[in-house]
């Protein structure tokens, strides 16, 4: 559902815009999005869903070494039991206890496909269709407000829909910074070094178009498509302009090569902070879809959460910690028992991680039961419930939503948003 | 007598109101019964020649062509009929099927071909597309020959070149004939089934079967690419207590359980044509084997299906004793929706006969040139199409031009599809063709592993910037931004300088002869501004027009600038006047 | 919707249900038989979806276990075998959702499935070019497909005889006319390229009649005690040299009669589950009878009905607002009656200056406004209002005095 142009806007508001170095916007209510994807299926009883003791489900319990701290077992963190090993994922342990009082742990989201994509899919835009927008670009091109950008993409997972006039996919090379930092490292083109134009020359091209843009809007009359087509040109025509004008925080990536995930986490963190966007989405780049050997879950959640607490720290450092919502997602689990070749195959339920930005910490919501298959809960309050619903891939979406401002029966008409964050 | 006072309308347009509550209750698409109220202004002749141009070759107009339609508008359909007939009709159906079956999937790592052995001597930047384009020389070949359309699941045979035969040992003679891009059509040479792309090696390493999948994924692409029908995208609910990691308690339930069958009775038989074919063959495995000598050491832990020496160069990727092995996991034989069969081409003549099939390939052909979405097809489009498609001998240049010449293709009112945006890969063949400039990038930096050597940014979805522009990278970004978006500016702006630099720089060596970067007298260069306007934009303009006076500003405005190909002024204008064709809105949008 | 789109919407039928998703379920709005023109086909689509959702267990060439419990004879491979178990997909994927077992099939593609059922399960198939038709002399009985079949084996027909169809479900898209009485009992009646007949009678399990160019019967229309006739397309009948009855139908939703213009014998619509009743070209008739319609939605439309000899009779109705439909009767020579009706107004009869016969208004019990009578000027024969409480007996009075009654005036409220 495309939101209106923004041309009126945009005029004033961008040229207003400051991103100056270390300027922090008021926090206020402007809730900010951090997604990142743990891509390919994680194993929610790694940390998230303690199920030890059980014949059902075989859990890392099951490859314990001789080690003396090689011992899984659950851990209370601000109420919140988490499965900890302090020989194989030490920085699970570190991670809650530094923030388990702000995290939000969720469990029992019930995806209902098999599949990478269709999971993947559902998971991101609350809904199984590939055309439609993902939360992170909903979200972004709502509450755009003068940033030059609403959402941004690092991931290489995101889902544009009909909004990519207010979207970023900045490229896993540093592309973005090549397009925006027009003297960094740009590849050289068959020996013969690109023209660079002026810049004073390409905004004289970049208005000559704008003007013939409006022309073309005469010959197309009220044609909604096409105006609709011509608002987005015009309108991307000012953000890129905006990007490059006031210049946005990548120094940290190298063009041509793929970022650490840290660093392109600070970079994400750069990117909210200076309010260069308002929603921004990463991939956590570690190989999770198991299906030869589990225990490399193991590593997994240790580098994952490692990493999570460095951004975490970081964004409390900076004072963003109450701004920006960290969510980390991944498509789907892995079966409860192991298979002939020592990995998990994949199962259609999954957890998620909230982490600051209004979130109410120290609580697990959902469960699942035995075998793994998501209980049913009060979506109000996220409390398992017998005479509850199922907390679906859409109404974790919509509450996502809501939780950032955006109104959700917009987006998910009836459908009712998970309301746990916040209670 | 009074008069008669009707609640519903009489006549004509009773016949109308009856003919749309005939249709569904949604907005009655263009190329239904027509509104009896709309507008049926169609648009200006140029503007469809352009739409179906890039529509069918990704490509303008020639100047020639503009020239002919505007004298005449009754060769519109004569010129558009020779479109099809071109080599970039290919490779427009060759991108189609690209993004359709994902297959230019360069972020994934795991499909790289590691530069060891024979292969040491290719850089990834040559092997990868050629691994990538091998399915698709069918596609092309059935579209440069006007094959029937069927033959992309029944062709008994495949492509090869230097790269394929190394790799995949497929025969290639390097004096024999040959077809456009060096590419050789021959006979698989290891036993498999020729069924067209149902047989493609690079097909199903793009779609592997991963430990107990049973090659379920790989019917799902069948059943969702070429009949679409995704399966693999319906609500799955697994009971918890069956155990799912036990190939014995799955076949059970499959079998057994309702929920299962739903889906699993069509998927597994539909798998059981893929046994012949290793489940994947990553990059991983090749390197393990190349360091074990190609088996010669023994490697302890190895987890692929065959011989260890089978991944080494050339691959094999198929094995036919292997055909009936889904039997030693109790799963079903292959059969297709219900119809028994054995061989994987019996499995492409059951694709062919399916009408889900040729119901499919019209909403997917049609969902390319529209830039809808497939699922938004409308079915009162669909059936009228595809009736004709089929008694037609199923010809893709048919089908292309009745998509072409549909009325929402030709419409200027609200019934018409409106502007459609420029698909990436369209701007940067209608860019090359116009100026020769290839956006070319070395990638490597110092020591590489994998060394890519020329990568070519504007098709490179890892490197490059398709996808930053809005196409799909074939891996997890499925569907392409039919619209603007601020990267998609960054990269046209930057593609269009080099670009128009090119051709400058090109232009000054006396190897461009459209283009005179020397002019600078103001009535010259008008006249070569509204020469640029029809090369460029199929626009006939008058050399005092006001857009002319536009460009003829910048024009000065940049030759007064410094230039950026070492001083020469005009040269500086004429590259931004050209610059700025190549970024007009009639360029993004056609 | 564009508001145009949206306007014909609001102007189209009630038997259209624009604008709504139809409910799944026996309640369902049938489709309008006009809606057929654009029906999907089985090869544009069913065949598609029975291939998708239904013959990986219901396909001939499946046996015992591999059938996953489908019954041995439920096959649904070809379209003979979708005409056989029409009723059952009709019942099983459309009515409701118990096929596929597992789920799966949109409300879409199953509302379009009975699309497709509803309009006669059409084929792209051409009908026979009937200019070339063999005449066959005497009268002929099909009560087999595979007579149908066969019938139609060498190509179009004309029949000189009678036509006798008994429990087929193939169509016969050879015979283009028939002279004699055409005759359904069970199955259905499908004559694709038919234009004339000599009657049509339609009774028993019948559960389709489809003869969408026939433009004249040469005797009566009859379809009659069919408690399973869903569906009837003569959308484009013009004449009946006889009457038409249309009886105990309970499950006939719609009956598209646009086109009729002449009908020799009474007109009698009783016991239908028709919820609209139109004839909007039938100019007069010798009688006239619509009663025990209960689902009729809207009022019966008959604007261009100016005179009814033998009598009008509206009587069990179940339209609330009697409000339109009979424009043109200003002056009948028949009767009219109007009986057990829930309507609370006559404005249908506001053109209504003289009834030749009697006026018999009775067992109205929600009328409350029958200023639809104010332009009543005469009555010839009796004038009897009886049983209608909702208007004071002084109004009916009041009224009663401005009109010319030469028969006997009861004024009974």
Request: proline share 7%.
């Amino acid at each position: 559902m495309p939101a209106p142009s923004r041309r009126s806007f945009l005029g004033g508001l961008l040229s207003g815009l400051a991103l100056a170095p270390g300027t922090a916007r008021a926090a206020g209510d402007e809730r900010q999005l951090l997604m990142i994807t743990a891509a390919g299926g994680w194993d929610v009883t790694y940390a998230f869903e303690p199920k030890l003791g059980l014949e059902s489900i075989q859990g890392p319990e099951v490859d314990a070494t001789d080690a003396e701290d090689d011992v899984e077992a659950v851990q209370t963190f601000s109420g919140m039991p988490v499965l900890v090993n302090p020989n194989r994922r030490p920085a699970v342990t570190s991670f809650f206890e530094r923030w388990g009082h702000r995290a939000a742990i969720v469990n029992g989201i019930w995806v209902g496909a098999i599949g990478h994509p269709s999971c993947t899919v559902r998971m991101l835009t609350g809904t199984p269709s590939t055309h439609r927008p993902d939360v992170s670009v909903i979200a972004g091109h709502e509450l755009v407000g003068a940033r030059p950008l609403g959402s941004v993409d690092f991931s290489g997972f995101g889902f544009a829909g009909d909004l990519g006039v207010t979207h970023g996919v900045m490229g896993s090379r540093g592309q973005a910074r090549a397009l925006i930092e027009r003297d960094a490292a740009l590849p050289r083109s068959g020996g013969l070094v690109p023209a660079v134009l002026p810049d004073a020359t390409q905004l004289a091209i970049d208005d000559l178009v704008r003007r013939r843009a409006e022309a073309l809007r005469g010959a197309v009359g009220s044609h909604s498509k096409s105006q609709r087509q011509l608002d987005d040109l015009v309108e991307s025509i000012d953000r890129a302009q905006a990007l490059r004008d006031r210049g946005l925080p990548l120094d940290r990536l190298d063009v041509g090569t793929e970022a650490t995930p840290d660093t392109l986490g600070l970079t994400l963190i750069d990117l909210l902070e200076r309010n260069a966007c308002r929603t921004a989405m990463m991939d956590s780049s570690f190989q999770w879809d198991t299906h030869y050997n589990t225990f490399q879950q193991h590593g997994n959640y240790d580098n994952l959460f490692a990493d999570l607490t460095l951004l975490v720290d970081e964004l409390d450092t900076r004072g963003l910690l109450d701004r920006v919502m960290v969510c980390v997602v991944s498509e789907m689990t892995r079966t409860p028992l192991i298979n002939a070749h020592g990995g998990k195959d994949h199962w259609p339920h999954t957890s998620a991680l909230f982490i600051g930005g209004g979130v109410q910490g120290g609580r697990v919501r959902g469960a699942t039961d035995d075998y793994l298959e998501s209980l049913t809960m009060d979506l109000a309050t996220g409390e398992v419930d017998p005479d509850g619903d199922l907390l679906r891939y859409d109404n974790l979406a919509a509450g996502i939503l809501d939780h950032l401002g955006v109104d959700s029966e917009r987006w998910f008409p009836g459908i009712t948003p998970f309301r746990g964050l916040s209670v | 007598m009074a008069a008669p006072t009707h609640r519903l309308p009489r006549g004509p347009v009773w016949a109308m109101v009856s003919l749309f509550a005939t249709m569904s209750c949604g907005t009655p698409g263009p190329d239904e019964v027509p509104s009896p109220e709309a507008s049926h202004d169609d648009l200006p002749v140029v503007d469809q020649l352009v739409r179906a141009s890039v529509a069918l070759r990704g490509l303008r107009p020639s100047p020639d062509d503009v020239a002919r339609v505007s004298a005449d508008p009754a060769s519109l359909t004569a010129i558009i009929e020779g479109y099809v007939e071109e080599e970039a009709f290919a490779e427009t159906l060759a991108d189609m099927h690209a993004q359709q079956l994902m297959l230019r999937a360069d972020t994934v790592p795991k499909l790289r071909l590691p530069q060891v052995g024979p292969m040491k001597g290719f850089p990834m930047g040559a092997s990868q597309p050629a691994e990538q384009e091998w399915p698709l020389q069918l596609v092309r070949h059935v579209a440069r020959n006007d094959l029937p359309y069927t033959e992309v699941v029944t062709a008994d045979y495949t492509f090869s070149n230097e790269i394929i035969a190394t790799a995949y040992g497929l025969p290639f003679d390097p004096v024999g004939p040959m077809e456009p891009g060096g590419w050789q059509k021959v006979a698989w040479h290891d036993g498999r089934p020729g069924a067209g792309l149902l047989s493609e090696t690079s097909v199903w390493r793009r779609h592997v079967s991963n430990g107990a999948n049973f090659n379920r994924l790989r019917a799902d692409v069948i059943a969702d690419r070429l009949l679409c029908d995704p399966i693999g995208g319906r609500d799955v609910s697994i009971e918890g207590s069956i155990a799912v990691s036990d190939p014995e308690e799955v076949a059970d339930a499959v079998s057994n359980q309702p929920e299962c069958v739903a889906c699993h009775q069509a998927l597994d038989p539909l798998g059981g044509f893929f046994w012949g074919f290793k489940p994947q063959i990553a990059k991983a495995s090749i390197t393990i084997a190349y360091d074990s000598d190609c088996g010669e050491r023994p490697v302890p832990g190895w987890q692929y299906s065959g011989d260890v020496a089978d991944y080494c160069y050339p691959l094999k990727t198929y094995n036919p004793e292997w055909e009936g092995d889904w039997a030693d996991w109790g799963l079903r034989p292959p059969n297709y929706y219900g119809e028994p069969a054995t061989y994987l081409d019996d499995l492409g003549v059951l694709v062919a006969d399916d009408p889900r099939f040729a119901t499919c390939t019209v909403r997917r052909f049609y969902s390319w040139f529209a830039q809808v979405h497939v699922d938004d097809v409308p079915f009162e489009v669909v059936e009228p199409l595809t009736e004709a498609f089929v008694d037609g001998g199923w010809s893709t240049r048919d089908l292309a031009l009745a998509i072409v010449s549909l009325p929402s293709f030709r419409r200027a009112d609200e019934d018409g599809l409106g502007l459609l945006a420029t698909r990436p890969e369209q701007y940067a063949r209608t860019v090359t063709e116009l100026t020769g400039y290839r956006w070319l990038g070395e990638v490597d930096d110092g020591e590489c592993k994998l060394c890519w050597g020329e990568v070519d940014l504007a098709r490179s979805a890892l490197h490059g910037y398709r996808t930053v522009a809005g196409s799909t990278d074939d891996d997890n970004i499925l569907v392409p931004t039919h619209t603007t978006t601020p990267m998609k500016w960054l990269t046209v702006t930057v593609f269009a300088q080099g670009a128009a630099g090119h051709a400058v720089a090109e232009a000054r060596e006396g190897r461009l002869s459209w283009l005179d970067p020397s002019i600078s007298d103001d009535d010259d260069a008008r006249a070569q501004i509204a020469d640029l306007f029809l090369r460029v934009l199929s626009a006939e303009v008058d050399p005092d027009a006001p857009e002319v006076d536009e460009l003829l500003d910048l024009f000065r405005t940049a030759a007064s600038s410094d230039g950026s190909d070492g001083g020469s002024e005009a040269a500086a204008g004429w590259t931004a006047v050209l610059t700025a064709l190549l970024l007009d809105p009639r360029m993004m949008l056609h | 919707m564009r508001p145009l789109a949206a306007g014909l919407c609001l102007l189209a039928l009630a038997q259209t249900s624009c604008g709504e998703d139809p409910p799944l379920g026996p309640e369902r709005t049938k489709t309008p038989s006009h809606r057929c023109a654009t029906a999907p086909t089985w090869e544009g689509f069913a065949q598609g979806m029975l291939t998708t959702w239904c013959t990986p267990c219901h396909a001939s060439s499946l046996e015992g276990t591999e059938r996953q419990g489908a019954p041995a004879e439920v096959d649904l491979d070809t379209l003979d075998d979708a005409l056989r178990w029409a009723d059952r997909i009709q019942a099983r994927t459309v009515d409701s959702a118990t096929m596929p077992p597992g789920g799966g099939p949109t409300e879409e593609e199953r509302a379009r499935l009975g699309e497709w059922l509803a309009c006669g399960l059409g084929t792209t198939e051409p009908p026979a070019p009937c200019s070339e038709a063999t005449k066959l002399d005497g009268d002929v009985r099909i009560d087999t497909d595979q007579g149908a079949h066969d019938l139609c084996a060498d190509g179009p027909l004309h029949l000189r005889g009678g036509l006798e169809v008994v429990d087929t479900l193939g169509a016969l898209g050879c015979v283009c006319a028939v002279d004699g009485p055409v005759q359904v009992d069970g199955g259905t009646l499908q004559l694709p390229a038919a234009t004339h007949l000599g009657s049509l009678s339609a009774t028993g399990a019948v559960t389709l009649v489809s003869a969408p160019l026939l433009a004249t019967l040469d005797g009566p229309l009859s379809l009659h005690d069919a408690p399973s006739l869903r569906l009837v397309d003569l959308t484009r009948l013009a004449s009946v040299k006889g009457a038409v009855t249309v009886s105990s139908t309970p499950v006939l939703e719609g009956l598209e009669l646009g086109r009729l213009t002449t009908v020799d014998g009474p007109l009698v619509v009783h016991d239908a589950g028709l919820r609209a009743l139109e004839i909007p070209r039938l100019a007069s008739a010798p009688s006239v009878a619509w009663s025990e319609l209960p689902r009729l939605q809207a009022p019966p439309l008959a604007d261009t009905l100016q005179d009814v000899p033998g009598g009008l009779v509206i009587e069990g109705v179940d339209v609330d607002d009697l409000s339109q439909g009979l424009d043109s009767l200003v002056d009948t020579t028949g009767s009219l009656t109007l009986r057990s009706l829930p309507t609370v107004g006559l404005q249908a009869l506001r053109p209504l200056n003289r009834v030749r016969g009697d006026l018999v208004i009775e067992d109205l019990p929600e009328l409350v406004d029958a200023s639809g009578l104010d332009n009543l000027e005469q009555v010839r024969g009796d004038l009897v209002i009886r049983d209608v409480p909702g208007v004071p007996l002084a109004e009916w009075e009041a009224w009663s005095d401005g009109i010319e009654v030469e028969g006997t005036l009861v004024l009974e409220p």
